[in-house]
């Protein structure tokens, strides 16, 4: 069943309201339905799947923020406008500043929000930068996994008394033509029924598109014979909405990438390696791209290589580094590391010259790597889109004509994101900034709104 809107306000007789409805449980969906407890507000968080998990659960769970208490106390100065001068730097100026602003301005207090009000323990990622950052800014719960970051926010939405709606997949919207109010929703259960809701004001929580193979051929052509790497929500519902409400749409060209997917055993392999020394090979044993330009817009270059396919080259310090990654040990685990005593059997391994591999392995750009060598064969993945509906500043979904929807809001990855609208402007946690900072501000807007 396609994502529908149906232009009337007369939701079937006896229809349960609530104030808010917000479409998505992963960060951004729970972020949105504890901001909107702090402030006293009722709302039904509606999730597709058993348990909450969505983009986020798949992702390492670092959110990039600025000014945090947790920065503070480390001495790591940071600002806003630092911060948003990174992302249009990576952007190369194509980042919609309006949005820039604003999720860097609200991320930092979102995150001292979830951990002084809601206890979420958050620590600053020490050791290394992310590509494009300017310092020290990605904070993680103590797993350092997504999936840990999705329990916490759950428990915590729970025990600010949201509620959270499982097996629960918005099928259609209900909007009143003359006015663009949203009236309500519908959704699917497990067995096929349909069940109704009405509210007061609606937040598009919810993922991108690029689970929707149709749409990846559509708008993201260079991605089309990609491994997907995403959760299968990603199923472009927003966009489906946006279109038959004539809403408008930008960045549609945007995406994160990732070009260490270890293949064929489907894990990431962190870029941290990367960054501090790692490389990547092709099947002729040579260097292809700087590795520390960004793990979004390498994925499209290693798939350009023979057979799409590269090898991440590693030795003994930069495989420890690597272990502090539970993505990582998850790749160790089946298998995806291998053992390479010299250069001649890196060469082996991968079906390359020799000579070229130990000029490659002396060349790193850090520091020479030095035998045995830890090698894991990789290839680009699409792991979430960074267009979609685009909003205002105060995550307001924009009709055609730029004027806002009255009750309609989106953030995360049904909207706009910061990575402008190429692979190249994705910077490392421009996803969940999009989807904590973009919360917080929906939630903000929708109590205002209420109140009002």
């Not at 799409?308 to 089946?334: H, K, Q, S």
Request: proline letters at 5%; charged letters at 15%.
């Amino acid at each position: 069943m396609t994502p529908s809107v149906i232009h009337s306000t007369t939701l079937p007789e006896g229809t349960p309201e609530v104030a808010v409805a917000i479409v998505g449980a992963g960060a951004c969906g729970l972020v949105t339905a504890l901001s909107l407890r702090n402030a006293g507000v009722d709302c039904v968080v509606l999730e597709r799947d058993a348990q909450p998990s969505g983009s986020t659960a798949l992702s390492s769970g670092l959110i990039p923020a600025c000014g945090t208490r947790m920065q503070r106390a480390l001495g790591i100065a940071d600002s806003v406008e630092l911060f948003s001068q990174d992302i249009g730097r990576k952007a190369h100026g194509t980042a919609a500043p309006h949005l820039v602003k604003a999720y860097t301005s609200a991320v930092g207090p979102a995150i001292d929000m979830l951990a002084d009000r809601h206890g979420l323990n958050f620590h600053v990622q020490e050791g290394f930068l992310f590509p494009s950052h300017s310092v020290l800014r990605m904070h993680s719960v103590a797993e350092k996994t997504g999936a840990a970051l999705v329990t916490y926010l759950e428990r915590a939405a729970h025990a600010a008394g949201a509620d959270i709606v499982t097996e629960a997949t918005v099928r259609t919207l209900w909007v009143d033509d003359a006015t663009r109010r949203v009236a309500g929703l519908s959704f699917e259960r497990p067995d096929g029924s349909l069940e109704h809701l009405r509210c007061n004001a609606l937040v598009l929580a919810c993922n991108g598109f690029g689970g929707n193979a149709a749409m990846v051929r559509e708008l993201l052509p260079e991605m089309r014979d990609a491994p997907f790497a995403g959760h299968t929500g990603n199923d472009g519902s927003a966009i489906g909405w946006g279109r038959a409400l004539d809403a408008r749409l930008a960045d549609l060209g945007g995406y994160q990438g990732h070009g260490s997917w270890a293949t064929p055993h489907g894990v990431l392999v962190s870029w941290a390696i990367m960054m501090e020394g790692a490389i990547q090979l092709n099947t002729r044993g040579e260097r292809f791209h700087d590795e520390t330009g960004g793990y979004s817009e390498a994925a499209v270059k290693v798939l350009a290589q023979p057979g799409g396919v590269a090898w991440d080259i590693m030795d003994a310090p930069l495989l420890a580094l690597a272990r502090t990654f539970p993505d990582f040990c998850a790749a160790e685990a089946a298998g995806a590391v291998k053992i390479c005593a010299d250069a001649l059997a890196v060469a082996v391994l991968i079906g390359a010259d020799p000579a070229t591999v130990a000029q490659s392995c002396a060349d790193a750009p850090k520091r020479p790597l030095v035998a045995p060598f830890h090698v894991v064969k990789v290839t680009g993945a699409l792991f979430h889109t960074q267009g979609g509906l685009d909003i205002d500043d105060h995550c307001r979904v924009l009709h055609e004509d730029g004027t806002p929807f009255p009750n309609l809001l989106a953030a995360g990855g049904a909207a706009r994101g910061v990575s402008g609208n190429a692979v190249w402007g994705y910077m490392s946690g421009n996803g969940l900034l999009s989807a904590v900072g973009g919360g917080a501000i929906a939630a903000a807007t929708v109590v205002e709104m209420l109140t009002a």
